[in-house]
Structure formats: structure tokens, C-alpha cells
């Protein structure tokens, strides 16, 4: 079974920067997308970032483009989002999750094996 875990949230300024990794274990981890989201208080979940199991194929969100970097440590089995410029509407919990069949979205109901999330705010 596949298992992701969320780290490197915490408390920033606008216009700072925060890397988060995932790292991902367990059945064919190596061969999987994994896709970034986040979830702000009483609004839906939204597509952040993806990229390929290869890491050669990346994808995101408009309100993210410019900003922020999605890549894969060599071994494939941790992935990164390095966050900058960031704003205070970026705040969110932001959680991995993987898809077998590549980067076919940026929709939550592509993708399983949810981690548990890890907080992310931006705020003076």
C-alpha cells in the first residue's frame, strides 16, 4: 500500500518562501504522479502542482504559476514544492497524493492515497 507524508509547513511572511516534501513509501511508490493540494477554512479542495513518476512532466494551477516549483529527489520517492513569493491567500493545508496513471489533472478525485496534510501560513 502506498503511504505519503507531508512536511515543512509552518508560519511565513508575505513574500517569503517554504519548501514542502513528501515522501512517499510503500507498493510502487517510484511509479507514481504526485500531485499537491491544499484546503483553505470552509473552501474546497484545490489542485496545486503535479509531476510525472519520471519527474520530466510538471503541471499547475494558475494562481500558482511563476511562484512555485514542484520537483522529485532522484530516488523518486520524495517530492518538493519550493513555495515563494508567497501570499497571505496561499495559507491552506497542503496535502500530496498520487495517481498511477500520471498527471491526467489537477483534480482531487484523480488521486489516492491522501497524507494527512501539513499547515502552511502566510501572514505579517
Known amino acids: 500500500q502506498l503511504q505519503l507524508v507531508e512536511s515543512g509547513g509552518g508560519l511565513v511572511q508575505p513574500g517569503g518562501s517554504l519548501r514542502l516534501s513528501c515522501a512517499a513509501s510503500g507498493f510502487a511508490s517510484d511509479y507514481h504522479a504526485i500531485g499537491w493540494f491544499r484546503q483553505a477554512p470552509g473552501k474546497e479542495r484545490e489542485g496545486v502542482s503535479c509531476?510525472?513518476?519520471?519527474?520530466?512532466?510538471?503541471n499547475y494551477a494558475d494562481s500558482v504559476k511563476g511562484r512555485f516549483t514542484i520537483s522529485r529527489a532522484s530516488a523518486k520517492n520524495t517530492v518538493y514544492l519550493q513555495m515563494s513569493s508567497l501570499k497571505p491567500e496561499d495559507t491552506a493545508v497542503y496535502f500530496c497524493?498520487?495517481?498511477?496513471?500520471?498527471?491526467?489533472?489537477?483534480?482531487?478525485?484523480?488521486?489516492?492515497?491522501w497524507g494527512q496534510g501539513t499547515q502552511v501560513t502566510v501572514s505579517s
Open positions: 497524493a498520487a495517481d498511477i496513471r500520471g498527471c491526467r489533472s489537477l483534480l482531487p478525485g484523480d488521486f489516492v492515497s
Open positions: 509531476i510525472s513518476s519520471e519527474g520530466d512532466w510538471t
